[in-house]
């Protein structure tokens, strides 16, 4: 069985359910007060519910194969893990950005170069720029890359926005979708301040997948449909009648225009009408969805009627990119 872990609670795990019945893997979780779910789809896949931070912990160490978890937290909290892998960064949801922010009262702090001046100020009064956070690791490496040195992270695992006013921090570096809390507690961004800028993200323990060809069988099929889903979303399908004299005639005339090339080619094929009449022929193809106005302009140019638009829920490439590339993951020593 593929151990597969996904958030228990809030937002993110809404949203990987809502994400994962949109690529044709339904979670089902029939007793809400159990942990453990099943996907009808993929019969060997055991579905764990974890925290978000634990899911990370837990594909690190081996005890759970795959995961959904922020990037954020994957990137805090599995670094030293060699077996650790992101298997797809960017699944489409669960956006987020670690950010400094300061408090808005401080007018001449407007950059990160700013605060890199305060805390050398601080460090010749004899004292630290105080950085209240959730991700010591990550603010640590991007203060250092920004050549502040001098500073003193505080654990806070509670209402990190609020450290400020209460008096135990100078200035925090928190996760933020829009600002609005970040204002509510009278705190800014600054310019240059983005840490990190994150997204829900599938990852894997390399080792475990490694070890088992039908894990990776069942990895594959998960990443496919994945793929084919987000590929699809930019897509949709056309169907419209244009007369002509021969099948020919008409995918050349269709073709003319590069919005109508589809992925390989139209399909272009005779239609039977009810009065017997002939020189009508169906085309059908895929565009890009920014294409979809210039497209209909010239079906409509060159005589078609009856022109449908369908939205296109999976497109499937020659291979799955993600697990190509984590297969060489796999054996990498």
């Known amino acids: 069985m593929l151990r597969f872990a996904v958030p228990s609670k809030g937002a993110l795990a809404d949203d990987t359910f809502r994400f994962f019945e949109s690529c044709g893997l339904k979670v089902s979780r029939p007793n ?3 942990y453990t ?3 009808k789809a993929l019969p060997e896949v055991e579905v764990l519910l974890h925290r ?3 899911i990370v912990e837990k594909v690190a160490d081996g005890s759970i194969d795959l995961g959904v978890s922020g990037y954020d937290l994957v990137e805090e909290l599995g ?24 408090p808005d009262h401080w007018i001449d702090v407007t950059s990160w170069r700013d605060v890199a001046d305060l805390a050398a100020e601080y ?3 004899g004292r630290q720029l105080r950085i209240a956070t959730k991700f010591p690791n990550l603010v640590r490496q991007w203060c250092h890359q920004q050549g502040i040195n001098v500073f003193a992270l505080i654990d806070s695992q509670g209402a990190t926005e609020a450290a400020p006013s209460l008096g135990y921090a100078d200035i925090i570096a928190d996760l933020t979708a829009t600002g609005t809390t970040l204002r509510d507690n009278h705190l800014k961004m600054i310019q240059g301040g983005t840490i990190l800028q994150a997204q829900a993200a599938l990852i894997a323990n390399r080792r475990s997948l490694r ?3 039908q894990k990776q069988r069942v990895v594959q099929s998960i990443l496919e449909l994945i793929e084919a889903r987000h590929r699809a979303k930019t897509y949709v399908s056309l169907i419209a009648n244009v007369p002509g004299s021969d099948v020919a005639d008409v995918g050349a005339r269709v073709v003319a225009h590069a919005a109508l090339a589809g992925l390989q080619g139209p399909t272009v094929s005779p239609v039977w009408s009810r009065d017997g009449g002939e020189g009508w022929y169906a085309v059908s193809l895929v565009v890009d969805s920014a294409n979809i106005l210039p497209a209909i302009d010239h079906l409509r140019s060159i005589g078609s009627t009856g022109i ?3 939205p296109v ?3 499937f490439a020659e291979r799955s990119q993600s697990f190509a590339a984590l297969s060489e993951l796999m054996h990498k020593s």
């Open 37 to 39: 779910a099943s996907i």
């Open 52 to 54: 978000a931070p634990d």
């Open 308 to 310: 449908t638009v369908l």
């Open 79 to 102: 670094g030293e893990s060699d077996d650790l892998v992101v298997v797809y960064k960017d699944l489409g949801f669960g956006y987020c950005d670690l950010v400094l922010a300061v």
């Open 32 to 34: 809400p007060r159990r």
């Open 313 to 315: 829920h999976y497109v």
């Open 211 to 213: 070890e088992s060809s």
């Open 123 to 125: 460090a010749r009064a």
